[in-house]
């Protein structure tokens, strides 16, 4: 029932999004916009299905409402992902993009998929936005109680070169936990995660994806697995090295038998320019989101949990545009 219920939200919030051209097409331009003023920003998202499509409608319905003072009308390119939305800012096909905080470091320092094109130094960050915590999953007969405990147990990593994996290796690097220092490091679908952790086969299985997760439901439900708080010394001292992940949480309310929030970490997506994006465009798009953060949560379950703090510091690795400096240096964020 929980998960169903979460679905019609995420549902609803999309479709809330889709309808009308409030959300991608702008709202129809007042009188008296000035037209020599009006220029068009496309935004990458993601695929349609993803998280990051109607998040990318929330923000430009946000900034579409006072398209008649500022000249900005933006529109959503739905792509396939992080990588191409960076590549399509770095040749100017895109202004803005949505992209996911870790492969935004990569490409600033020329890393991993960027490693051809080196590194890209005009990238600049406006604001934060959801956050993709992970959850370490232990099974009912597991000893776990902190991150060093994982050390010599039989967890699910996750394949290699999957996001999965990545959010694994983060936290057993956290911990200085090898792979060589576990009891056994699996490499199982996430799926198949919870049937081994009931069968007693798994100790612990790291699981990601965006919240409520249809396993983390079942493995509460079948066999009483819990979720490991992800919370000390070597969590934070990773998080201070590494500022593309960020702290966050994994909400109680999303879960039937979860009675309280967990504290874990994970990535963040963030919204970025380049340099070239007018100072006074990036000043007015910042402000149209972090401005009235109310109506922008409330238009998808992903939202919900942002406040204007977060907006202005987490996961921001690619330096602030002017635009987006100023208005936060005008309202006393960090």
Partial sequence: MLKQGRALLVAAGLAALLTG??????????????????????????????AYYPEAGA??????????????????????????????????????ALVQSHTLADAIAGKGAFAKDGP??????????????????????????????LKGKRINLGH?????????DAVMAAEGIKPQDLGAALEMDSTKSVKALCDN???????????????????????GVTLLPLKDAAIDAYLKANPDFAKLAIP???YQGLNENVPTIGLRAVLVASKSLPDDDAYA??????GDTG?????HPVLAPLNRKQMAREALVAPLHDGALRYFKENGLP
Wanted: negative net charge; charged residues 20%.
């Fill in 21 to 50: 051209n409030s959300a991608f097409a702008g709202e129809p331009a007042s009188p008296a916009s000035s037209p020599s003023r009006s220029h068009v920003i496309a935004v990458g998202s993601g695929e349609v299905g993803g």
């Fill in 59 to 96: 923000v430009c319905r946000m900034v579409n409402r006072d398209r008649a003072q500022h000249g900005v009308h933006c529109l959503v390119e739905a792509t396939s992902g992080s990588a191409a939305n960076l590549a399509a800012l770095r040749s100017g096909d895109l202004q803005l």
């Fill in 120 to 149: 890209n130094a005009d990238l600049r960050s406006l604001l934060s936005l959801h956050g993709e915590p992970v959850a370490v999953l232990l099974g009912a007969n597991a000893k776990i109680k902190t991150p060093a405990d």
């Fill in 160 to 168: 290699p070169g999957s996001y999965q994996r990545l959010l694994a």
């Fill in 201 to 223: 086969r798994l100790d612990a299985a790291i699981i990601t994806g965006i919240h409520p997760i249809a396993e983390i439901q079942e493995g509460l439900d079948d066999c």
């Fill in 252 to 254: 109680g309310d999303d």
């Fill in 285 to 290: 798009i910042v402000k149209a989101v972090a």
């Fill in 295 to 299: 109506p922008f949560s409330a238009m």
